[in-house]
């Protein structure tokens, strides 16, 4: 069992920045993918970022693009994901989740097996 835990929701502005961290206990996590996806009240929940295990290979959804950065230490097991010029439309529930059995596209929320509990992010315009 993988456990994900979120952590650096909060309510900002728009134009703000906040730094989303997810930590987890696992000592495989350096071997496999990771991705960030959020949810607003009432929509589907929709693709961030993903990262693959090296680094080295990163994808982001439409919305963010130039304005979130999604990175993994794997030495203190734990993603990131850096946002910046925040928007009121970025508001919603972010979750990190990882890609352990299943090969499908890291685009889709049904491609990953584990996910963690949610961080609020609140950005007011």
């Known amino acids: 069992q993988v456990q994900l835990v979120e952590s650096g929701g909060g309510l900002v502005q728009a134009g703000d920045s906040l730094r989303l961290s997810c930590a987890t206990s696992?000592?495989?996590?350096?071997?496999?993918?990771l991705g960030w996806f959020r949810q607003a009240p009432g929509q589907e929940r929709e693709f961030v970022a993903a990262?693959?295990?090296?680094?080295?290979?990163?994808a982001y959804g439409d919305s963010v693009k130039g304005r979130f950065t999604i990175s993994r230490d794997n030495i203190k097991n734990t993603v990131y994901l850096q946002m910046n010029s925040l928007k009121s439309e970025d508001t919603g529930v972010y979750y990190c989740?990882?890609?352990?059995?299943?090969?499908?596209?890291?685009?889709?929320?049904?491609?990953?097996?584990?996910w963690g509990q949610g961080t609020q992010v609140t950005v007011s315009s």
């Open positions: 696992s000592r495989t996590f350096s071997r496999y993918p």
């Open positions: 990262i693959n295990w090296s680094g080295d290979n990163i």
């Open positions: 989740a990882a890609q352990i059995y299943n090969s499908g596209s890291n685009y889709y929320a049904r491609s990953y097996d584990y």
